[in-house]
């Protein structure tokens, strides 16, 4: 884990689920797979950019399996739902999002039948852009991250089919 250089945590919440709760079935590969709102409290004057893992507790043989990574997204206190697939992304802002699952996009949770996973969005705010390519993984994304984040928030949900 990154370590923050800020002792101000950043808050991250949702509307559409809890802190600790099931994950609403739209924002999973079994529906819609569209990422959820997420909204930045505590955010400091300082932040030039966001950065974003989307990653699964729960997988077999990893410590963390990442599902989204996403980066270079201007410092704001509300990450939009349905972020658009793609390397670059131009709408609703200008960021990057990296490998996850295979894929430039969100992809939300599919656990096996039956299987209870737990997840967590971790939101960081940056002193500066990242410069990573699109073709980055999630163990680039932590590298580049070091020495950059000067807060970061976390939110956990669970889900199960």
């Known amino acids: 884990m990154v370590q923050?250089?800020?002792?101000?945590?950043?808050?991250?919440?949702?509307?559409?689920?809890?802190?600790?709760?099931?994950?609403p079935v739209q924002f999973t590969g079994f529906a819609e797979d569209f990422s959820p709102e997420l909204r930045i409290e505590n955010l400091s004057p300082d932040a030039k950019y966001l950065a974003i893992a989307f990653c699964d507790e729960d997988m077999p043989l990893s410590k963390e399996y990442c599902h989204w990574i996403c980066w270079n997204i201007p410092a704001t206190n509300v990450i939009p739902q349905g972020i658009p697939?793609?390397?670059?992304?131009?709408?609703?802002?200008?960021?990057?999002?990296?490998?996850?699952?295979?894929?430039?996009?969100?992809?939300?949770?599919?656990?096996?039948?039956?299987?209870?996973?737990?997840?967590?969005?971790?939101?960081?705010?940056?002193?500066?852009?990242?410069?990573?390519?699109s073709s980055a993984r999630f163990k680039d994304f932590n590298k580049a991250l070091e020495g950059h984040v000067l807060q970061e928030g976390r939110i956990r949900c669970w889900y199960k089919k």
């Open 4 to 23: 923050a250089l800020l002792s101000l945590a950043l808050i991250i919440t949702s509307p559409s689920f809890t802190n600790d709760g099931e994950l």
């Open 85 to 133: 697939a793609g390397e670059k992304i131009t709408a609703p802002f200008n960021a990057v999002q990296g490998v996850g699952y295979g894929r430039h996009k969100y992809r939300g949770p599919k656990p096996p039948f039956r299987s209870k996973h737990y997840y967590h969005f971790i939101v960081y705010a940056l002193d500066s852009e990242l410069d990573l390519p």
